[in-house]
């Protein structure tokens, strides 16, 4: 393998690391870092390392994995094999959090890596990987400790994003790319941050304070009325982990959230830009809402797997996350589909169908019964699709059925 990494700008690089380890981790002075990566990513390993000690880091263990070495299993390993996975590592990771450690994730992977392998062979190791992994996992989804995640521009990433260009352009653009959504192409990148995360919170602060009961989507294609759940919570940009610690778990991030009604969606929703799902593209879904629950579906492309999405519980026909994200941003500046969830949620106002993150609810101590009772939806699955565009109008409905424009032509209809 080679690193082609003179194609990525350096002090760029040092950027992304900076804003990682001061806003996205906002790691403490003796805290210690897990950190994983593929191999591929080691240039932006070393400079988070650096920024981790001179932040005071007392302790940084990057765990590095590799492409090569994941299908090497896939072409020669034998089948009983799959059903096993390092639980050993995990478990000494979550002991790592509850002493106190961070956490930091680089992504970069080939989104296709797994694309044409033994189906029963990716099946039974994801299964066994999300049983291990649970032990460490807990603490990251129920945020019990400060945590990160951020992007590098892998090379197998970087030439589904850009086929039509020469390997080392494709990365020199997907790096390019990736700055210019994490809000580091220029100088002052952690005082930008510190700014954006104050304009998310001051939107979900807005949406708080106006208590919607529900919220009505129109535009081509599109006239659907999302409830809210009762007691929900608008949240966006930093949040506080339970260690204490104020961090901003995803770099880049444009969303302002929270958990709508699972029995409470009328209408009907066109996608604004094609799913990444699974190595699927799914483009032009269609789909009719009642009672909170798909009633009926189509996509141009990509409908099987859309539908055997839908299929996996009762749950993954509702809604667990409504993201409200403006039009125009770095994100959907770049006018890139990322086949990365990380980016493209965050390029467009979204519906999440499946499970709800506990964490939206004015109270944060919900029971996952209380969480149900308030409307909160539960399932195996949680995944992002965009509905907002330039042609998108959201109005928020209060409980005594006053309208109040959220968004006009998929910009802030409030300054
Ligand atoms: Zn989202
Ligand atoms: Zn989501």
Redesign the pocket.
């Given at each position: 393998m080679t690193f082609t990494t003179h194609t990525i700008d350096r002090e760029k690089l040092k950027r992304l690391a900076d804003v990682a380890v001061k806003v996205g981790l906002n790691l403490q002075p003796g805290q210690e870092l897990v950190m994983t990566a593929p191999v591929e990513a080691l240039p932006l390993v070393r400079e988070i390392t650096e920024a981790a000690y001179e932040a005071g880091a007392s302790l940084v263990t990057p765990l590095l994995s590799d492409d090569e070495v994941t299908l090497a299993r896939y072409r020669s390993g034998t089948s009983d094999g799959f059903d096993t996975a390092p639980g050993w590592l995990y478990e000494g990771m979550a002991q790592a959090f509850e002493k106190g450690a961070a956490r930091l994730a680089i992504k970069g992977d080939d989104p296709a890596l797994l694309a044409g392998r033994n189906p029963d062979h990716v099946g039974r190791a994801a299964k066994a990987m999300s049983a291990a992994s649970r032990p460490a996992l807990n603490h990251i989804a129920n945020f019990r400790i400060n945590w990160n995640i951020v992007s590098w521009p892998g090379l197998a990433w970087a030439r589904q994003v850009f086929p039509h260009l020469a390997p080392e352009a494709a990365q020199a653009a997907l790096a390019d790319a990736i700055f210019k959504a994490s809000r580091v192409d220029q100088g002052g990148a952690v005082e930008a941050w510190r700014a954006h995360n104050a304009t998310l919170a001051e939107r979900a602060a807005w949406l708080n304070g106006n208590r919607f009961d529900a919220l009505h989507y129109t535009g081509p294609g599109t006239d659907l009325t999302i409830g809210l759940a009762d007691g929900h919570a608008w949240v966006g940009g930093e949040t506080e982990a339970r260690n204490g610690v104020i961090c901003t778990p995803n770099i880049p991030t444009e969303?302002v959230?929270t958990t709508p009604h699972a029995e409470r969606a009328d209408g009907y929703v066109r996608a604004t830009k094609p799913l990444s799902y699974q190595g699927t593209l799914i483009e032009e879904i269609e789909v009719r809402f009642e009672g909170g629950r798909i009633t009926e579906a189509r996509a141009a492309s990509g409908e099987n797997v859309f539908r055997t999405l839908l299929d996996n519980d009762e749950g993954a026909r509702r809604l667990g996350?409504v993201?409200l994200?403006p039009h125009r941003s770095p994100i959907s500046d770049t006018g890139l589909l990322f086949y990365n969830t990380l980016f493209d949620?965050?390029a467009a106002s979204?519906i999440?169908l499946g499970q709800c993150y506990a964490e939206c609810f004015e109270d944060k101590t919900l029971s996952k019964e209380e969480v149900a009772q308030r409307g909160g939806n539960s399932s195996i699955i949680h995944v992002?699709w965009m509905i907002g565009s330039a042609e998108i109008d959201i109005d928020g409905i209060t409980a005594d059925g006053t309208r109040v424009p959220v968004m006009r032509s998929g910009g802030w209809a409030q300054g």
């Open positions: 969303e959230f996350e993201a994200v949620e965050n979204h999440a992002d």
